[in-house]
């Protein structure tokens, strides 16, 4: 006996003309077969199970349509199959194309449209919907408490999700092509399922979202275009996520917030217009996930999450690579390759970095001080940074083991009030190994500093340093070079090649040196680094590496040229002199006192501090640190003081650059002690002369007054024979140097700000009061300060926000 079949036709005889009373006619397991033609009205089906087909498939189409708030296919407890039809409603109110309750579904080769809320919605149903166009209302195929597959589609201009689903569904999506729509695939208070082989493109919120209790599994898919992301979890969501490309998105490659915590692997994420992967509260694991080219950082891990990051390179970021602000986790075996800023950036928190590379960028790891730090770095290797290694900035911990820097111009800078502790560290190539300064604390241990053109280890302002069981070798500088008054304890570390001194400094009265410093003397006879006839301590030479690294960061300053030429052909001058005296030629006399003429701010002081490094470094002086003095710390108040007050800061200078400011005031008169400051210039004019070869003297002020001030003493105009003029800075200059203070503190200048702001250092240059370089620096801060302002009422300012400085944040003159 065969199936029954029941015949639709708009012109046969002996034909049903409405397909709604066929099926109604039609017992249990019948086929309807509907000919070409337009037909209307509402088809339901209840309890029974039929098959409605077009009678020839893929020819003209068959077309059945409702203007009723109702859908045009509606199943109960049924079992229906619908082919090769085209489905559409009129009215926004139906709840959708073709509804299923309790029923066995198939959709096959038919073409799904119009205006309902859902195409197809499958309450506690199952639904194959198979070779399908979907398109043009809110929303696609929706699975509700339902389960079923959607292969082999194509979703398109959908206002808000091609494929739903909620609560207990598990819906397999495979092969399809989605695009044009908020959400390609949305699983929430609940949901799951399977997406997998599919293609997304245009999406406008996540192509796959997921929320709630959601766990869905994506595998093999592709997104592509669009303004939103590639997939989200939010809330508790999670899932398993394998093998996805996610390329030129306008937003992230993988989001994640809320407490979810994905299972992401192998994904690759290329040209996104935010992040790579952004966590932001949340946890999840992402393993061997490649980012490449993301406008921001390649991975942004903020606000309290933890995630686990195993393997993936991120390469060729427009800003840092991974970027960690306020959160923690664990990042092991990622590899960073020409991050455009940073290659990590931590930002408060408490991150675990394991076997860990960056090759490029202006900086390995950076810890920007912001908040507080607790970061641990078990074995790095950080190549090629074109600043530093590792930054550090207080407050805040970074320790770690194993880390390797090589050919970064310094390889770790420790900053303000940071604590940095590393065992089995090695530092090679660059200026200068370690640098120390504010009131850092370093602590290495059984480390390595060697092929620096300057000196191995410098420390600067107040920081501190422990060094123990360490190696320095072959530096163009000093082994350890001490500027700081806070304790450092080199013990028991080894000296190889040094061309300056193993430490220099070691008599200050915090300075602890504990042997070996040095290898072991050289045999009798071998005069190679000896310390000389005398037994005297060997002087350092000038090689010529490490002075021409100290004058290339003046040569970094903004402007001074002519600053720049006179101190280059002083130096010259020196370098040949000293030159000549080894080769026991005469040595042509080359004043080294100096006068800085100029207004202030005009980078007096910083200029003086290089001379005081160039010189130490050319073995003229023995030190080279700089001690600043004005009127105030020279002239006592009672006859005979101010000779023991200018006295005692001579000693200070001893070995290194006395720079007394605005020197002029020296021969001012101020009430009773008007001849105090002519007593302070004839005590300092003949400790000039007393110890001739062992300080210089750099007097600074304006140029007017200082033309009066070396009038006053015959001894000064035959000491000072050589000025210096610091012009003003011009308006574009000023401008240079705060877009270098924008760009140090993490700050962006938009086009319309650079033009507002060189407007306004064109009038600012006008007022003699402004300040040159101190003003610049002083308008930068009054900047950061009106957009702090600016962002107070915003909840949750995003990363471009807090970055960016606009017009606005300009104050006016007299602000």
Known sequence: MGVPTLLVSLSRANAYRDIGAAVAAAPHGAVVVVEPGRYDGQIVVRSKAVTIRAAVPGGPPVLVESGAAAPVVYCEDAQVVLLGLTLRTWSADAPATVSALRAALTVESCVVTGQAFNAVLCERSTAHVRMCDVSGMRRGVAFVDGSGVVENCRLWDLDEYAVLSKRDSRPTVRHCHVRDTDRGFDAFE???????????????????????????????????????????????????????????????????SGGAEPDVRRCRIE????????????????????????????IAVVDGAAPLVRGGVLRGSREDALLVRA??????????????????????????????????????????????????????????????????????????????????????????????????????GGVVGVTGAGEAALHLTGSTVTGTTGSGVLLREQSRLILRASTLRACGGDGVQVETDAPVLVDRCEFVDVTGEPVRGADRARVSVTAPEQPAAPAPGDRAGSAGEAGEPARPTSGGVDVDAVLAELDGMVGLAAVKRDVRTLIQLIRVGEQRRRANL??????????????????????????????????????????????????????????????????????????????????????????????????????????????????????????????????????????????????????????????????????????????????????????????????????????????????????????????????????
């Open 271 to 298: 040209g996104v217009g935010r992040n790579g992967i952004y966590v932001s509260g949340a946890r999840g694991t992402f393993t061997d996930c490649d980012v490449t080219a993301s406008r921001l950082p390649a």
């Open 586 to 815: 005469p040595v042509p006399p080359v004043s080294r006192h100096l006068v800085f003429a100029g207004s202030p701010g005009t980078g007096k002081t910083t200029v003086a501090r290089i001379y005081g490094r160039l010189l130490a470094q050319l073995g003229v002086l023995t030190k080279g640190q700089v001690v600043e003095v004005a009127r105030v710390d020279l002239v006592g108040e009672y006859l005979g003081s101010t000779s023991l007050k200018t006295a005692a800061a001579f000693e200070r200078a001893l070995g290194g650059v006395l720079f007394v400011d605005e020197a002029y005031a020296l021969a001012r008169t101020f009430g009773t002690n008007s001849d105090f400051g002519l007593e302070a210039i004839d005590t300092l004019v003949k400790l000039m002369e007393d110890h001739r070869d062992e300080t210089v003297v750099i007097v600074a002020g304006y140029s007017e007054e200082m033309v009066q001030f070396l009038a006053t003493n015959p001894g000064l105009a035959s000491r000072f024979t050589k000025t210096i003029e610091f012009v003003d800075y011009a308006p574009d200059e000023l401008l240079a140097i705060i877009s270098a203070l924008a760009g140090q503190h993490g700050y962006d200048l938009t086009a319309p700000t650079v033009d507002a702001l060189l407007d306004r250092l064109v009038e600012a240059v006008r007022d003699p009061v402004f300040g040159n370089g101190r003003g610049a620096r002083k308008l930068f801060n009054a900047m950061i300060e009106r957009q702090a302002g600016r962002l107070a009422d915003v909840a949750a300012p995003t990363a471009g926000q807090l970055r960016t400085l606009l017009p606005q944040d300009i104050p006016a003159a007299g602000d």
């Open 327 to 428: 959160a923690a986790g664990r990042y092991t075996g990622v590899r960073i390759e020409a991050p455009g800023r940073y290659g990590v950036i931590v930002q408060g928190g408490d991150p675990t970095l394991t076997d860990l590379t960056v090759d490029g960028g202006e900086a390995g790891v950076v810890l920007d001080g912001t908040v507080e730090a607790d970061v641990r770095l078990d074995g790095a290797t950080i190549r090629g940074a074109t600043s530093s290694g590792i930054a550090a900035g207080g407050p805040g911990r970074l320790t770690g083991t194993k880390v390797r820097v090589e050919n970064a111009p310094v390889g770790l800078v420790g900053t303000d009030a940071i604590s940095v502790t590393l065992t089995d560290a090695v530092f090679s």
């Open 190 to 256: 609940g949901g799951g399922g399977t997406v997998e082989d599919c293609h997304f493109t245009g999406v406008r919120v996540g192509a796959v979202t997921a929320g709630g209790r959601s766990r869905p599994t994506v595998r093999r898919c592709r997104v592509s275009g669009g303004r939103g992301s590639g997939l989200v979890f939010s809330g508790s969501a999670g899932g398993l996520v394998e093998e996805c490309e996610l390329t030129d998105l306008e937003g992230c490659g993988v989001e994640v």
